[in-house]
């Protein structure tokens, strides 16, 4: 069975700070797919980044960046200097089958504050 | 191009009644995924709908059950509805094998009230 555990339930901060979300997973596969989403008040999940179990560079796109350790079974994401527009809730999830089965987080919900 | 559009937006049902929710996929996507979640929590995978058929399931009984069309849309529909089946109903669309070729796009959902 796989598992994606993201411990910080709410997280606040104040705008231009850098903040980290954590994202922890478990499955016995070898090859799997992890992602995170971002869900706004408008309810719909929308894509960040897909990362495969064999592509452990780090990747930035912008204000974000993402951390992938197999050694920590762990994917985190940086949100550098956020601004009030990136509050939500941010899942991470995990996919080991072919086709659009995920297991999600919990979700931290992310409030940046003016 | 249209995205991922569901209806309805919100929907309210007392106990023992059925529901249909309805989803259309993004253009040229051609495989339906169905999630719940409840208040606070992340997303359930429901099942799948590929070529008309359901190709995965995940641990929902069988009062949950869907349907895909011709044309790609699909519907999902819950009987002998109970106070817990009260969520947000996410339909996903994608082009094949979802995590393999890309992201999945997915709707606003359904906001399931049963009282």
């Known amino acids: 069975a796989q598992k994606v555990t993201q411990a910080q339930t709410e997280i606040s901060v104040v705008e231009k700070e850098d903040v980290t979300l954590d994202c922890v997973y478990e499955t016995r596969d070898t090859t799997y797919y992890l992602f995170w989403y971002k869900q706004p008040p408008s309810g719909e999940l929308v894509f960040l980044i897909r990362?495969?179990?064999?592509?452990?560079q780090n990747e930035i796109s912008g204000r974000y960046s993402w951390n992938f350790q197999k050694s920590t079974s762990s994917f985190n994401f940086t949100i550098t200097a956020s601004q009030v527009v990136d509050s939500a809730v941010y899942f991470c999830a995990l996919s080991v089958t072919s086709g659009s089965r995920l297991t999600f987080g919990e979700g931290t919900q992310l409030t940046v504050n003016p | 191009d249209a995205g991922v559009t569901q209806s309805p937006t919100h929907l309210i049902k007392t106990r023992g009644q059925q529901v249909t929710l309805r989803c259309s996929p993004k253009?040229?996507?051609?495989?339906v995924s169905w999630y719940q979640q409840a208040l606070g929590q992340g997303p359930q995978f429901i099942f799948q709908?590929?070529?008309?058929?359901?190709?995965q399931r995940g641990n929902f009984p069988d009062r949950f059950s869907g349907h895909q069309f011709p044309n790609y849309s699909s519907e999902l529909n819950v009987n002998a509805l109970l106070l817990g089946d009260s969520a947000l109903y996410l339909c996903?669309?994608?082009?094949?094998?979802?995590?393999?070729?890309?992201?999945?796009?997915f709707g606003e959902g359904s906001r399931l009230t049963v009282l």
């Open positions: 990362r495969n179990s064999f592509d452990e």
């Open positions: 996903a669309s994608s082009l094949g094998q979802g995590a393999l070729t890309g992201e999945l796009f």
């Open positions: 709908y590929y070529e008309e058929e359901e190709r």
């Open positions: 253009s040229g996507h051609d495989t």
